[in-house]
């Protein structure tokens, strides 16, 4: 773990890319959708593919290995980080902006995906009646009904974790017959406990995989929120009000992938998140 001083040393005042952090493999689903919003950006990727799941760990895990994500990915010249995992954004974002960025580099900035998939809520729910599907970290946070009822103090909302989803996604059985057992297992729950929901929130990176069960088996009449699309739109809104930091973000449109685990493993399973082939390298997080 570097100190502050050597961190402050080793931090350059010179533009970079984007930094992009994920417990895993999910996040590649927010990226594929912030490239195609805005491509001409440069991007680091970094899943933390060894320590991956952060959806059963306690708060005090998940704000230390995604604070010494974010601190790896400003040390590799990213002024902006986007956690592109629930989680993380649940567990660690508001202790990272009002704790560390301060102390680090006031003007380094890091914003999560939960902020940005709630705005949308109002836009979309009639009834007024929102379910959350997410990891079981993200729904005892209970950071979306907060955001949410931030915003919308009306909307009624219920949150079911899915413990199996992830695991399902990560080893490749997305779109075998036998994960509609555990689809149909949480989204009924979720509607037995507020049958009034007229829209549930993919509130979980990995769970846009499973997007073609879900939609099958969820009542006609239903919304579904994938949250990529809205993350990207809210990413190209902030830098368009922010341009002091989107001079600091290089744009020649590459994008770099990083991981914690074996990189050959995880460039095969990107396969699954990412329509085209990647190259990825090794890194390791204090
Ligand atoms: N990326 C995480 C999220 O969006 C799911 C995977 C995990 O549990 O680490 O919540």
Known sequence: MVSLQELKAHLTANPGPIGVFDSGYGGLTILEKIREALPEYDYIYLGDNARTPYGTRSFEVVYEYTRNAVIKLFEMGCHLVILACNTASAKALRSIQMNDLPGID????????????????????????VGILATLGTINSESYPLEINKLFPEIVVTGEACPMWVSLVE??????????????????????????????????????????????????????????????RSLKDYLQRHPEMDAKCTKHGSCLFYTTENKDKFMESASLFLSTPIEAEHITID
């Open 106 to 129: 006031p003007d380094r900035r890091v914003l999560g995906v939960i902020r940005p998939t709630v705005e949308c809520i109002g836009e979309i729910t009639t009834s007024g009646h």
């Open 171 to 232: 080893n490749n059985e997305a779109a075998d017959d036998g994960a509609d057992y555990f689809v149909r297992k949480y989204i009924d729950h979720l509607l037995a406990t507020d049958p009034q929901i007229d829209t549930m929130v993919l509130g979980c990176t990995h769970y846009p995989l499973l997007l073609p069960k879900i939609s099958r088996i969820v009542p006609a009449g239903i919304k579904i929120v994938a949250q990529g699309e809205y993350v990207a």
